[in-house]
């Protein structure tokens, strides 16, 4: 295991390496070869430099002494002879498993209104849910007590006032500040109504006392 220091955006980091026998030989190994534990260089820490060309000469006073290149993104230590370079990418991971969530809105369970959120995995990726594995309730808290009323808000502008003048040909015109202005007029005469029903016949009776007596 290789513990490998770097400071990279101002902040520094710990990479902790798993190197083989071919990556501590990517140059001047033969196929097959394994250094021996006694060759096998041991990585104490890195040094984070801007540029390859700013590398230092490689030489026995910095046997071991690893190098992070910020300009290929590279890790590069010195065997004592020459720079030999780092290989710090990973196998790849398996496959993950796709995952489904359905959320059903207003279960019953919420009185004031929420979801049902159910989730699963998708083994095979028909876009069915293989078997539900978590489900939980997502509900509206019930609601608050009424607020206070705001305050009074200020009075809006004055509206535009108009005028009615009579045009004297039995039309009247509306004109308002705005400008604009509608001429109006009466409408035509109704038909006439019906006949009423004939009243009673009545007697005016002189009573001789200075009254009369209509009687019907």
């Known amino acids: 295991m290789l513990q490998v220091w770097m400071r990279g955006l101002g902040t520094l980091l710990r990479i902790v390496l798993l190197v083989a026998g071919a ?15 006694a060759t096998r260089p041991k990585i104490v820490g890195a040094t984070s430099i801007r540029l390859v060309k700013h590398l230092p000469p490689c030489s026995g006073t910095r046997v071991n002494a690893v190098y992070y290149v910020e300009e290929t993104e590279e890790f590069h230590f010195c065997d004592g002879d020459i720079y030999r370079q780092i290989d710090v990418q990973g196998l790849d991971g398996a496959d993950g498993v796709t995952w489904l969530v359905e959320v059903t809105p ?3 369970r919420c009185p004031y209104g929420g979801a049902l959120v159910t989730a699963g995995p998708d083994a095979d990726a028909d876009g069915e849910m293989d ?12 609601p608050g007590p009424q607020g206070e009323a705001g305050p009074q808000g200020a009075q809006g502008p004055a509206g535009d006032s108009c005028s009615v003048m009579d045009d004297g040909d039995g039309t009247k015109t509306i004109a308002c500040d705005d400008g604009t202005s509608v001429t109006v007029s009466d409408g035509a005469d109704g038909q006439d109504g019906a006949d009423g ?5 009545c007697s005016v009776t002189d009573d001789g006392d200075g009254t009369k007596t209509i009687a019907c």
């Open 23 to 37: 990556v501590a030989c990517t140059a001047g190994c033969g196929v097959g070869e394994d250094p021996s534990p």
């Open 106 to 108: 207003d279960p019953p």
């Open 197 to 201: 029903a004939d009243g009673s016949s």
């Open 131 to 142: 078997a539900v594995t978590t489900q939980q309730f997502v509900c509206n808290g019930a």
